[in-house]
């Protein structure tokens, strides 16, 4: 199973070209395969070929060598070479195809699309609801990664967002999903260190954890894509995210929006829309979406931002004994596109939203009448003369998420979306229902 969905993440992933490691970073690396100074796109072609068939036929490193090797070298790109950098203009020694390169190029990508195949497998099991950070089998390790072998933590805490292995060049580590009953006997037991690679084995057992470590960062700057973030020690630049976690975009909101809010609160709503619908973001959610409707996704309960909560709407929910204030976006499940009731009911009726209103959901809700129905806010947007689209975003705290000992984050989501066409009795009743609930915008 973990090949499989190997695979299809290596298969979804475009070719492109780049001089530096830093010119793809981070998130981009879920849809982009790129090798640094693999400027000709049949070069990357044939590496990426290369490491699907190593995952797809179970080739070692000698194999995928074997492979490779007389391709590379065939087309030149192998040794050290003078290359003309396309950012600065200057010309460099650039190292092309080696033995040392090869070996990094396969155990990177095989050990980022594996961990994803894993990501994915965990999240689709009810019945395992934590992961365990383990070391993997190598002569040295880092101290943090020593420190962190045993952890257990639920499947959705915010640590595995920028800790989840890989989490550096060569680093070997891994998870395995852990049921409650397991995660019970470990914490009593403890666990034994499968042998190393020069085969010693330890006698010592690890005791597990259950509480995320403090963490520290340090400042990186990324003078290619001008850019400064802060990386937690022990994680490499360029791999402080989750590769198998499209939703990871969600925190990476959340601390955007929670520094406006503190900084320039009254800009909050067009920083937030600016956000939320500029092209980068449009580029993402349009990106979910087509994968969901092709029904490519291996976990449907992916989630992807969509839209947020404005000022008012906030102000309003307090009042009424509801704080939003630090889980103000709304998510989309990717299984909520492929639903039955709109391939079915609403599609029977008529009113089900097509590809076109998916992918423009997230500017119906930005600029939707709101109205509060409960548990729930009704987004209305007009689309015509006689037609309106109805998104329903539940707000029910209980409904919204199976809780895991309370870690999962409350988010509200979107739970429908259908047309209203007012020139049909039908339609005018649908409208005039909405019409009647109290309106915050």
């Keep these: 199973m973990i090949p499989r969905a190997a695979l299809r993440y290596l298969a979804n992933k475009t070719l492109v070209p780049g001089f530096s490691y830093k010119d793809i970073w981070n998130e981009e690396h879920i849809k982009a395969f790129t090798v640094a100074k693999a400027m000709q796109l049949d070069v990357l072609k044939d590496i990426k070929d290369a490491v699907e068939?190593?995952?797809?036929?179970?080739?070692?490193?000698?194999?995928?060598?074997?492979?490779?090797?007389?391709?590379?070298?065939?087309?030149?790109?192998?040794?050290?070479?003078?290359m003309v950098d396309p950012l600065t203009g200057k010309t460099v020694q650039a190292q092309l195809g080696s033995v040392r390169r090869l070996r990094t190029i396969y155990e990177t990508n095989l050990r980022s699309a594996y961990q994803e195949g894993r990501w994915e497998r965990?999240?689709?099991?009810?019945?395992?609801?934590?992961?365990?950070?383990?070391?993997?089998?190598?002569?040295?390790?880092?101290?943090e990664h020593l420190a962190w072998n045993g952890l257990i933590l639920p499947k959705d805490d915010p640590w595995w967002n920028s800790h989840y292995p890989p989490n550096g060049w060569g680093c070997k580590c891994w998870t395995m999903a852990v049921s409650e009953a397991r995660k019970q006997r470990l914490e009593e037991s403890g666990f034994r260190q499968p042998p190393s690679v020069d085969g010693s084995r330890s006698?010592?057992?690890?005791?597990?954890?259950?509480?995320?470590?403090?963490?520290?960062?340090?400042?990186?700057?990324?003078?290619?894509?001008?850019?400064?973030?802060?990386?937690?020690?022990?994680?490499?630049?360029?791999?402080?995210?989750?590769?198998?976690?499209?939703?990871?975009?969600?925190?990476v909101l959340q601390k955007a929006f929670r520094s406006t809010r503190?900084?320039?609160?009254?800009?909050?709503?067009?920083?937030a829309r600016t956000l939320m619908t500029n092209?980068?973001?449009?580029?993402?959610?349009?990106?979910?979406?087509?994968?969901?409707?092709?029904?490519n996704m291996v976990n449907p309960n992916k989630s992807?931002?969509?839209?947020?909560?404005?000022?008012?709407?906030?102000?309003?929910?307090?009042g009424r004994g509801l704080d939003m204030s630090d889980n103000n976006i709304i998510i989309l499940e990717a299984r909520l596109i492929n639903a039955k009731k709109f391939t079915g009911r609403h599609a029977r009726q008529g009113n089900a939203p097509g590809r076109g209103d998916w992918l423009n959901l997230a500017e119906y809700l930005v600029d939707a009448q709101i109205y509060h129905d409960r548990g729930s806010l009704i987004?209305?947007?007009?689309?015509?003369?006689?037609?309106?689209?109805?998104?329903?975003?539940?707000?029910?705290?209980?409904?919204?998420?199976?809780?895991?000992?309370?870690?999962?984050?409350?988010?509200?989501?979107?739970?429908?979306?259908?047309?209203?066409?007012?020139?049909?009795?039908?339609?005018?009743?649908?409208?005039?229902?909405?019409?009647?609930?109290?309106?915050?915008?």
């Design 53 to 82: 068939a190593a995952i797809a036929q179970g080739h070692t490193l000698e194999q995928f060598r074997e492979n490779l090797k007389p391709t590379l070298m065939q087309k030149g790109w192998w040794g050290r070479q003078e």
């Design 304 to 318: 992807h931002p969509v839209g947020f909560l404005d000022r008012g709407t906030v102000r309003y929910l307090r």
């Design 279 to 295: 092209r980068i973001a449009r580029d993402a959610y349009h990106g979910f979406v087509r994968a969901a409707l092709a029904s």
């Design 203 to 251: 006698e010592e057992t690890v005791r597990v954890s259950t509480q995320a470590p403090p963490e520290t960062y340090s400042s990186f700057y990324n003078e290619r894509k001008g850019t400064i973030e802060r990386v937690p020690a022990g994680v490499d630049p360029a791999f402080n995210f989750n590769q198998g976690q499209i939703g990871r975009d969600i925190p």
């Design 262 to 271: 503190e900084t320039v609160p009254e800009a909050f709503d067009s920083i």
């Design 379 to 441: 987004f209305l947007r007009q689309l015509g003369e006689t037609k309106f689209m109805k998104v329903a975003v539940d707000l029910d705290v209980q409904n919204n998420f199976k809780t895991i000992r309370g870690a999962r984050p409350f988010l509200p989501k979107v739970d429908s979306m259908y047309s209203i066409d007012i020139s049909t009795d039908r339609g005018n009743d649908s409208l005039r229902v909405i019409q009647r609930l109290p309106r915050i915008r």
């Design 122 to 143: 965990s999240q689709a099991s009810t019945s395992h609801p934590y992961l365990m950070y383990r070391v993997g089998n190598s002569k040295e390790h880092r101290e």
